[in-house]
C-alpha cells in the first residue's frame, strides 16, 4: 500500500514508551505517534490516552526516507472531529432566515419601473 503525508490512516497501537506509542499500520509498515502528538492536552501519561492492541486513526506527518516508518499524529485527528463537530453545532443555532435574495427579488420588478421613470 502507498501512503502520502497529510493522510489519515487506520492502525493498531504495538507499544508504549515514556516518549509515544508505536502503531502498526501493515506488514511493512509502522509508524510513531510522539508523545506531543498524542493530544492537545498535556499528556503525562502515555497510557492514559491509548493502549496496547487499540484501533486508532492517525494521520501521517512525515515519511521516513526509508518509506517504511512514519511520524504519526493523533492528536491531528481528533482536532479536525472536535472542528468539525464545532462546525456543525454552529449550523444548527443559526437561526432561519426572514430576509434575503427572494426578498430582494420580488422588490426588482417595482425598483427597475421606478428607476425607468
Request: no cysteine; net charge positive; charged share 30%.
Amino acid at each position: 500500500m502507498r501512503y502520502m503525508v497529510g493522510e489519515v490512516v487506520e492502525g493498531v497501537i504495538t507499544g508504549i514508551q515514556p516518549y509515544g506509542a508505536f502503531v502498526y499500520l501493515d506488514s511493512k509498515h509502522n509508524g510513531l505517534i510522539h508523545i506531543s502528538e498524542i493530544s492537545e492536552r498535556f499528556v503525562r501519561d502515555v497510557h492514559t490516552y491509548v493502549k496496547i492492541n487499540e484501533r486508532v486513526k492517525v494521520k501521517i506527518l512525515d515519511i521516513d526516507e526509508d518509506g517504511i516508518h512514519f511520524k504519526l499524529s493523533l492528536k491531528a485527528v481528533e482536532a479536525n472531529k472536535a472542528r468539525s463537530l464545532r462546525k456543525r453545532k454552529m449550523i444548527q443555532e443559526l437561526p432561519e432566515m426572514k430576509k434575503g435574495f427572494s426578498s430582494l427579488a420580488a422588490k426588482l420588478d417595482t425598483w427597475i419601473k421606478e428607476a425607468i421613470e
